[in-house]
């Protein structure tokens, strides 16, 4: 059974920094994985969507790397901002399957 | 585009009461949609995956006779806590199969007294 794994659970950085956010999962043999935000009492924000094939998604300041061999995905957020901070999900997809398998998530706190 | 809408946001009710949940897709067509439940601070939890026209399946623990589940259009499925108490209380948070991806509700907070 996959299962999923993101450290750290959460996370505090002054603005500006630049930051990384981990995951990693059991099986290796993937469809595809997803990071999503998640604000409090809200619904998931799709970021970025790494194809098996691909190794890394750029959007912004986000960069998504993907090693499947290891099991391992990273999220960059460059020149944090306050207005980043949020829950950040990782999910990973498993062959034809529709089902998403989720992370715990990183609590991030962007202090101003 | 890729919109999709739950209804109600939050919802209070008392213990012993049936409460439905509504998740449409509001500028698509999906076959397939999902039924999460969220505890505080913890990650999404995969209740039943719920296909149009069709039962729905669900997860390991999931008791289907409290969890109601239909998807009667190709746009609306409904998820029903019947017969609710307090630990029943919790976010829930629906999604509809879009393009090679799910796309998410902004959840219901249910809290059952």
């Known amino acids: 059974k996959q299962e999923v794994t993101q450290i750290p659970a959460a996370l505090s950085v002054p603005e500006g920094e630049n930051l990384v956010l981990n995951c990693s999962f059991t099986?290796?043999?993937?469809?595809?994985l997803q990071w999503f935000r998640q604000d409090p009492g809200k619904g998931l924000t799709s970021l970025l969507l790494?194809?098996?094939?691909?190794r890394e998604q750029t959007s912004g300041r986000l960069n998504a790397s993907l090693d499947k061999s290891s099991g391992r995905s990273t999220l960059y957020i460059a020149a944090s901002q306050p207005g980043d901070s949020a829950t950040y999900l990782c999910?990973?997809?498993?062959?034809?399957?529709?089902?998403?398998?989720f992370g715990s998530g990183t609590q991030l706190t962007v202090l101003p | 585009g890729a919109v999709v809408s739950q209804h109600p946001s939050r919802v209070i009710c008392k213990s012993g009461t049936s409460v439905k949940i509504e998740c449409r897709s509001l500028?698509?067509?999906?076959?397939?949609m999902f039924w999460y439940r969220q505890f505080p601070k913890q990650s999404l939890m995969l209740m039943a995956t719920?296909?149009?026209?069709?039962?729905?399946?669900?997860e390991q623990g999931v008791e289907k006779d409290k969890f109601l589940i239909n998807h009667a259009s190709l746009t609306l499925s409904t998820l029903t806590v019947t017969s609710a108490h307090p630990e029943d209380s919790s976010f829930y948070i629906c999604?509809?199969?879009?393009?090679?991806?799910?796309?998410f509700g902004p959840g219901t907070r249910l809290l059952v007294l």
């Open positions: 790494i194809q098996s094939s691909q």
């Open positions: 500028d698509f067509q999906a076959t397939t």
């Open positions: 999910a990973v997809r498993a062959g034809s399957a529709r089902q998403l398998t």
């Open positions: 999604s509809a199969w879009g393009v090679e991806t799910q796309y």
């Open positions: 719920s296909n149009e026209g069709s039962k729905a399946t669900y």
């Open positions: 099986d290796s043999a993937i469809y595809n």
